[in-house]
């Protein structure tokens, strides 16, 4: 009961974040479909890094493809664009320096 309870929840935000998806590319809302691929680029990450649903099964593969196509191209110019602006607020570091 958990685990189809769980895919229900999951079933009915993937198709609330389609349909915030296809709103934003409609109204050209560019930062708000950057942010969305983010978000969603975060999610396959953490299934890579932590093993879920994508250890030797072909789920998610065209998705972790893509993604990976889209940041190997793209990581050097956020880095650089990063470097060339150290005054910016980036936000919080993720593993802050311990002294």
Do not use: F
Request: hydrophobic share 45%.
């Amino acid at each position: 009961m958990w685990v189809a309870y769980g895919a229900l929840n999951w079933q009915e935000k993937d198709y609330k974040v389609k349909q915030q998806a296809n709103t934003s590319v409609a109204k050209q809302h560019t930062a708000k479909v950057i942010e969305l691929v983010l978000i969603r680029l975060y999610s396959l990450r953490s299934q890579v890094i932590h093993g879920v649903a994508t250890w030797n099964c072909n789920a998610n593969r065209s998705q972790l493809n893509d993604g990976v196509n889209l940041l190997s191209q793209r990581v050097s110019i956020i880095v650089e664009v990063m470097m060339d602006n150290p005054q910016a607020l980036w936000g919080a570091a993720n593993y802050p320096l311990l002294e």
